[in-house]
Structure formats: C-alpha cells, structure tokens
Nanobody, 123 residues
Framework: QVQLVESGGGLVQPGGSLRLSCAASGSIFSINGMGWYRQASGKERVLVAGITTGGSTNYADSVKGRFTISSDNAKNTVYLQMNSLKPEDTAVYYC?????????????????WGQGTQVTVSS
C-alpha cells in the first residue's frame, strides 16, 4: 500500500510564493519519476513540472522561470517552489509518482497520485 500526502497549498496574493510538498510512504521499492500536475476549475489536468531520480527536470511553458521542482529521494518527497504567482495559477495541484512498490518477490509498477491541494492566487 502506497500513499502520497501533499501539503503547502493555500491563498496567496498575486506576486507571492508558495511551496508544495508531497511525501510518499508505504512499501516503496524504487521511484522512477515524480511530478506536479494542476487542474483548474472546468479544465483538464495538465503537467506543471516533472523530475527524474537523476535530477532532470521539465516544466510547462507557463511556469518556466517561476516554478522550481526538486526532490529528496532519500525521503521519497517532491517539492514545488512557486514564485511570482499569478491568478491563472489558481488550481488544485496534484503530485504524481511512478514507482515500483511491494517486495523483491512481488513488486509492481504503477503511477500514484496525491489527494490534491488547492492553490488560490487572488487579491
């Protein structure tokens, strides 16, 4: 059983900053990649940023230069530092991890999601 728990969302004024965290726990064998997605009201969920265990990152064009994804592989945790926030960044943010879980004799590969955390950028 694997669980992803997010924290750090909230209400912030335009131009402000927030830091999201997502920690995975359970029978984790190895994590291949981590990412953050967001879903605005009435829209599809889209990728915001991704990071591999080797440290390679990619970002949506809309957040390049403002958001930074990082991870602590020893803690199975991924972070999203969000600066210069804009009203259009308002959404529910979800973390995602692709991983092998279970044991050496019975492991499986799957993508897991966090419960989502609301980020609202408004004055």
């Amino acid at each position: 059983q694997v669980q992803l728990v997010e924290s750090g969302g909230g209400l912030v004024q335009p131009g402000g900053s927030l830091r999201l965290s997502c920690a995975a726990s359970g029978s984790i064998f190895s994590i291949n990649g981590m990412g953050w997605y967001r879903q605005a009201s009435g829209k599809e969920r889209v990728l915001v940023a991704g990071i591999t265990t080797g440290g390679s990152t990619n970002y949506a064009d809309s957040v390049k230069g403002r958001f930074t994804i990082s991870s602590d592989n020893a803690k199975n945790t991924v972070y999203l530092q969000m600066n210069s926030l804009k009203p259009e960044d308002t959404a529910v943010y979800y973390c995602s991890m692709e991983m092998w879980s279970g044991s050496y004799s019975a492991k499986s590969f799957a993508n897991y999601w966090g419960q989502g955390t609301q980020v609202t950028v408004s004055s």
